[in-house]
């Protein structure tokens, strides 16, 4: 499968976390605790749904305005920063993530 160089993310709040659709691939979804948890989740979430194996995890997901802040920051303060982010106040957003890597 082909995996498009940018989708868009969907993400609801709730008090128990967070929880995102990928429009792009319909019926894939996934849930985290937290907004770093979950970009993670959605690149896990991604890969099942292509069928992509561990040996083939080439391709990484990122907001594209974490690609932004990466062009003008170090790595490890971003990641720092990720871990601490609280952006998503209530309800949804719709975030346009990037592919990192190489595409399959």
Same mark, same amino acid.
């Given at each position: +499968?082909?995996?498009?160089?940018?989708?868009?993310?969907?993400?609801?709040?709730?008090?128990?976390?967070?929880?995102?659709?990928?429009?792009?691939?319909?019926?894939?979804?996934?849930?985290?605790?937290?907004?770093?948890?979950?970009?993670? +989740?959605?690149?896990?979430?991604?890969?099942?749904?292509?069928?992509?194996?561990?040996?083939?995890?080439?391709?990484?997901?990122?907001?594209?305005?974490?690609?932004?802040?990466?062009?003008?920051?170090?790595?490890?303060?971003?990641?720092?920063?990720?871990?601490?982010?609280?952006?998503?106040?209530?309800?949804?957003?719709?975030?346009?993530?990037?592919?990192?890597?190489?595409?399959?």
């Amino acid at each position: +499968m082909n995996l498009p160089k940018e989708i868009t993310v969907i993400i609801h709040k709730t008090p128990e976390g967070l929880w995102a659709k990928v429009k792009e691939f319909p019926h894939c979804y996934t849930q985290a605790d937290d907004y770093y948890g979950l970009v993670q +989740m959605v690149n896990d979430a991604i890969r099942s749904y292509a069928g992509i194996s561990k040996k083939g995890r080439k391709v990484f997901y990122l907001p594209k305005s974490v690609i932004q802040e990466l062009e003008r920051k170090e790595w490890g303060k971003l990641l720092e920063e990720l871990k601490d982010r609280q952006s998503i106040s209530t309800g949804r957003i719709s975030e346009k993530y990037a592919i990192v890597g190489t595409a399959c």
